[in-house]
Every structure is written in C-alpha cells, then in structure tokens.
C-alpha cells in the first residue's frame, strides 16, 4: 500500500530509492511512515486557479527536505511555535 501509493507521486527510475529514503527517514515507525506519505500527499496536490486540485510528481529533494523520526518532527514543530511568538 505504502508503495503504491509512493509510486503515483514519484518517477518510476526513483521509486526503489525513495521508498528507502523513506523507511531510514520513519526509522521503523509504521505510523511516522504513513505520516511521510501524508505529507508528501500534501507537497503533490496543487490547487489551480479554478481552486481545481492537481497532482504534481514529487522530486527526490522534497523526499531529503522531510523530517528524519519523530524527535525531528517535534523540534522542527516546536521551533514554528516558538518563532510565531
């Protein structure tokens, strides 16, 4: 499933690499890896000017701008927080 749904984002010549990108990246965490394939739903899916929504083909660099494990996703959280002080 996780696959499968990697390989409507991303180029076929990637897909091997990004899938173990993205395991070292959930370091285990089933649910951390859900959440990756979330996430990178999220970068995806553009909306048009008809507020039409649209998928784009996600490039490796967004897949190393993620967040590695959860302590990660905490501090990267916590440092918005505090920033929109």
């Known amino acids: ?6 390989s409507k984002m991303l180029r076929s ?3 091997e690499t990004a899938v173990r990108e993205l395991q070292s990246k959930a370091q285990g965490l089933f649910l951390y890896a859900s959440l990756l394939a ?3 739903d999220k970068i995806a899916t553009t ?6 929504m649209k998928k784009k ?9 993620l967040p590695n494990g959860l302590s ?3 501090q990267v959280n916590f440092e918005r ?3 929109s002080r």
């Open 1 to 6: 499933m996780f696959e499968s749904r990697l």
């Open 13 to 15: 010549s990637v897909l």
């Open 38 to 40: 979330l996430q990178l």
């Open 47 to 52: 909306t048009t000017s008809g507020n039409d």
């Open 57 to 65: 083909k996600i490039d490796f660099k967004e897949l190393k701008s």
């Open 72 to 74: 990660e996703v905490y």
């Open 81 to 83: 927080m505090v920033q």
